[in-house]
């Protein structure tokens, strides 16, 4: 049988002419025109740094307080005849912090292994610790013969003068208390620490006296 030819180009002419219309959908992936280049914006300038140092975020001001200080709180009553009061007196170096400061806030005069602890845990983590001071608020303490004060700023002084007391003034303590004010230059954290560091001043001015007058008490009689 003899073919017909002649309608071959006429049916790929009107092929290519489809494919045209449709706007080369049907090329094939190495004869598809490149996609258009991407355009990238120039990203804005960033604002100034916040004076609040990373990881420690601004706290809202609310009207419930985020940790408690009263014993109560704790169900511990003030007395070694209470079991957890006891028992914190005991274990001073694995009770939480939470427990670790109202004992030593309360504990009157069974505060020296509380306070040891709490300088302690300010020297391995200082940044924890300062948090949780934080977290107290404007909590006061009343205490026989004192005035009313913050909570945190009792800390503060215990963490101060255990150092000072026990421990001459470490160079540990002021290496970490150097590097807590490069981090925190300002805010409720700068002023605890300054806190520690006028308390520690004058808990060694203290200890300086007191050798002094133990020296002086020391020499022979004229």
């Known amino acids: 049988m003899k073919r017909n030819v002649t309608g071959v180009p006429a049916l790929a002419l009107a092929l290519c002419l489809l494919l045209a219309a449709c706007g080369g959908q049907g ?5 598809a025109p490149p996609p258009p ?3 990238t914006e120039t990203a804005p300038p960033t604002k100034p740094a916040s004076p609040v140092p990373s990881g420690f975020p601004e706290l809202e001001e609310t009207e419930w307080e985020a940790v408690s200080i009263d014993l109560e709180s704790f169900g511990i009553s003030q007395t070694l005849n209470d079991e957890r009061f ?4 005991n274990h001073t170096n694995t009770v939480p912090l939470d427990q670790l400061i109202v004992f030593d806030l309360w504990g009157d005069a069974l505060t020296e292994g509380s306070s ?5 845990r300010f020297l391995e983590a200082p940044d924890t610790v300062l948090a949780y001071l934080v977290l107290m608020g404007e909590q006061v303490v ?3 013969g004192w005035e009313p004060m913050p909570a945190a700023e009792i800390v503060c002084r215990s963490i101060a003068s255990a150092d000072a007391a026990w421990h001459g003034g470490s160079e540990e303590f002021a290496a970490t208390m150097a590097s807590c004010r490069e981090r925190y230059p300002s805010g409720r954290i700068a002023e605890l620490l300054d806190v520690i560091e006028q308390e520690h001043a004058a808990s060694m001015e203290r200890q300086q006296e007191a050798i002094e007058a133990y020296q002086e008490h020391l020499k022979p009689q004229e």
């Open 142 to 144: 009343t205490l026989p």
């Open 116 to 120: 040891e602890e709490l300088r302690s």
């Open 86 to 89: 006891e028992y914190i007196f």
């Open 37 to 39: 280049a991407k355009i």
């Open 27 to 31: 090329a094939s992936p190495s004869e």
